[in-house]
């Protein structure tokens, strides 16, 4: 990375999927294409999503995620030991069906469109998670990579849930051994075939902080009988660290969100950084990738107290707006943040992805690529004026 301008302008990784892919990924699930003749029919997709982050001048891009179904759920086509199922399936698992069933209406959760990877088995490879889309994309892009990967504790959380994981694991911590040597060896691979930048998503981990007794039962699982979330946040960072112990020679950060999932800011979570940070700088990674454009993301001065121990791969647009922020909101933005950061350890970003559910673009393919280019807009003034 050492040729990259200041500010590089990056994505946190999804783009919107067309109609046309989603009902490939739909045949995909029901059995009536495989993962490889439904990844065939993505390629076009993928290098649609490729050029137009080129030309928005996105210096690090990412392939979409358009081969997933989502940031995590992917997990079924390159594991064994797995099965996706509708957040409304596992209601039929669900200890108190009506509580969850509440939630989900109230989070305006789309139980029928949302999907877990759930383990049902033993976990094991049948090939890389990622490895495949890196591939396509160094064969069709000179630009940097970034590779989203879902993080070792969402990862463990997401996929064990009672009655139907734990005749193959008795405890989340017992999968999570087995999570953390799939992702380790996975990052080694990506680092070894040219990936520049692995980014582990780890938004869970605003359920743990920020979510009330009743908003824990989304996009978690095994959240239902919570801990204290203090122990989440230590076996967390255990993980974290249990998965990059000596990886070098490849960018590494933590995406942390406060939910993407609707386009309607009042369901999703809300609370600064200040609990999470004392963990989050624990990890050995190199940036935090963290959504702050959102006002739900909470006053800044909270990395007065941490400032320059990480990177910040600072959210400066909304992905879920139908307004593009002004280049100039951005660069007073990060101004703020130059308080607390030098120039040369911040980077660019949407808050999120702009589809992290498939079925649930939050914006479409013109507003991503119009968003991405109001950042490059920003990161343009802003290398002018501290180059
Ligand atoms: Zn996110």
């Not at 490939?24 to 649609?48: N, Q």
């Not at 990579?145 to 139907?164: A, D, H, N, Q």
């Not at 087995?178 to 998503?201: H, K, M, P, S, T």
Request: charged share 30%; glycine share 6%; aromatic share 8%.
């Amino acid at each position: 990375m050492a040729d990259a301008p200041l500010f590089p302008v990056t994505v946190v990784g999804s783009w919107p999927r067309s109609t046309e892919l989603i009902r490939a990924l739909r045949r995909k699930e029901a059995g009536e294409i495989t993962y490889a003749e439904f990844s065939a029919m993505a390629d076009a997709e993928v290098l649609a999503c490729i050029r137009a982050q080129e030309e928005a001048g996105v210096d690090i891009i990412s392939d979409g995620e358009q081969r997933r179904d989502n940031f995590y759920s992917f997990a079924v086509d390159k594991l064994t030991g797995m099965q996706l199922m509708k957040v409304s399936e596992l209601l039929d698992y669900s200890t108190d069906r009506a509580r969850m069933e509440e939630v989900l209406r109230a989070l305006d959760v789309p139980s029928f469109a949302i999907k877990s990877p759930i383990v049902v088995d033993r976990i094991g490879k049948k090939q890389g998670l990622a490895l495949d889309e890196l591939a396509f994309m160094r064969e069709h892009t000179d630009r940097q990579i970034k590779v989203p990967l879902p993080g070792p504790y969402m990862l463990t959380r997401s996929s064990w849930f009672e009655g139907l994981s734990d005749k193959a694991y008795p405890s989340p911590d017992d999968l999570a051994k087995d999570v953390v040597e799939i992702l380790r060896e996975e990052i080694i691979a990506l680092r070894d075939q040219g990936c520049d930048f692995v980014q582990l998503d780890e938004p869970t981990l605003s359920q743990v902080v920020f979510g009330e007794e009743t908003t824990e039962t989304f996009m978690c699982a095994a959240l239902p009988n919570r801990r204290d979330p203090t122990d989440e946040l230590e076996m967390a960072v255990r993980l974290m660290n249990e998965t990059l112990e000596g990886i070098e020679g490849i960018k590494t950060g933590v995406h942390i969100c406060r939910g993407n999932w609707s386009k309607k800011e009042e369901v999703l979570l809300t609370g600064n950084y200040g609990p999470m940070l004392p963990y989050l700088v624990q990890m050995n990674i190199d940036q935090l990738v963290l959504e702050c454009a959102t006002p739900r993301a909470g006053e800044m001065e909270v990395f007065k107290e941490y400032s320059n121990e990480k990177e910040i791969g600072l959210g400066v647009v909304n992905p879920r707006t139908d307004d593009i922020e002004p280049a100039g909101q951005i660069v007073a933005r990060v101004k703020e943040l130059l308080q607390y950061f030098d120039a040369d350890k911040i980077y660019l970003n949407p808050d999120c992805g702009f589809g992290t559910f498939a079925e649930r673009n939050v914006n479409t393919h013109e507003m991503a690529a119009k968003k991405m280019q109001v950042i490059t807009e920003a990161a343009e003034i802003l290398r002018a004026e501290y180059a």
